[in-house]
């Protein structure tokens, strides 16, 4: 299986400039703001394939309406922390 680069807490915050001018544009919270699977592989820069992976490991949550893919932000960036936090304690043993 091949190993994937899993966005780490580090990568939210570099994207933050990112995710603050997403939530000014649609003026509304992070936890209002709904990204499709192509708005979240251009605000990660990962291809169709790592989100994929991304879903099967229950790293982001999504939802599914008429074939097409949809995300919380709000939940996008507490998946990449939660899982920041896992692979750190990982890196320490």
Do not use: C
Request: aromatic share 10%; charged share 35%; no cysteine.
């Amino acid at each position: 299986m091949k190993n994937l680069q899993i966005p780490s807490a580090d990568s939210v915050i570099e994207n933050e400039d990112l995710i603050i001018k997403l939530i000014e544009k649609y003026a509304r919270p992070a936890s209002e703001v709904i990204l499709d699977d192509v708005d979240l592989r251009n605000l990660l820069k990962i291809s169709r394939r790592t989100s994929l992976e991304y879903r099967k490991k229950g790293i982001f949550k999504f939802y599914k309406l008429d074939g097409k893919i949809f995300y919380i932000l709000e939940e996008v960036i507490a998946g990449i922390k939660e899982y920041g936090k896992q692979y750190e304690n990982l890196e320490n043993l």
